[in-house]
């Protein structure tokens, strides 16, 4: 893991989210309403408690961030406006840029695997994908029953689809990788 202090976490974490973690009071009323969380080891508000404590560590390896399904359900139920699905969001992402590994690793890899698909083609290009998470998981048998069925009803192209501005695409990764940094 790259070396990060507490302040400077912060800081990145305003910059991406143009908004200041310190909004939440701790209600819980987003925690209540989150679909996923019967199987995340902490509630969401926990993570943002987290950050207004300095502990940017436990934030970024907690698995919560990673099962988080970015429903927004507790962006909309929050009465301080506070968009904690963006925050979770930036957290991840911060996570990865300083090579912070989740005890969920497949789900991070998943997610690494899915926004490479849509950097390269601009959309979600399945084989591609399925082919990014199994090298980088080396889990290569699972699933792979439901490979024919999924083949012959055609959810498995063996070539892209891609967006016409493949340049734009490109350029907003590199714009939030800028800020990442
Ligand atoms: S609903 Fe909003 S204020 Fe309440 S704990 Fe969640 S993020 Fe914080
Ligand atoms: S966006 Fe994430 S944290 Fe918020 S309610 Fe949905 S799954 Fe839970």
């Given amino acids: 893991m790259k070396s990060l202090n507490a302040k400077e976490f912060k800081k990145k974490l305003i910059s991406i989210t143009s908004q200041d973690p310190a909004l939440c009071y701790q209600c819980g009323k987003c925690s209540a309403g ?3 969380r019967d199987f995340e080891e902490a509630p969401p508000n926990r993570i943002v408690r987290y950050v207004q ?15 988080c399904a970015g429903c927004q359900t507790c ?5 301080q406006q506070f968009d904690l699905a ?3 969001d930036a957290v991840r992402e911060l996570a990865i840029a300083y090579g ?13 695997a899915f926004l490479n698909q849509i950097e390269n083609f601009g959309r979600a290009y399945e084989m591609g994908l399925l082919i990014d998470y199994k090298l980088k998981s080396k889990d290569f048998f699972q699933d792979v029953t439901l ?3 999924t083949f012959s009803k055609g959810k498995l192209n063996l070539l892209p689809h891609m ?3 493949k340049k734009q695409i490109k350029k907003i990764f590199k714009e939030s990788g800028e800020v990442k940094k």
């Fill in 34 to 36: 989150c679909p996923v």
């Fill in 53 to 67: 404590l300095g502990l940017y560590e436990k934030a970024m390896t907690s698995s919560t961030i990673w099962l």
């Fill in 75 to 79: 962006t909309s139920r929050c009465p």
């Fill in 86 to 88: 963006k925050f979770m």
């Fill in 100 to 112: 912070v590994k989740s005890a969920d690793k497949k789900t991070q890899e998943f997610h690494e």
């Fill in 147 to 149: 490979a024919p069925s």
């Fill in 163 to 165: 967006v016409k501005n």
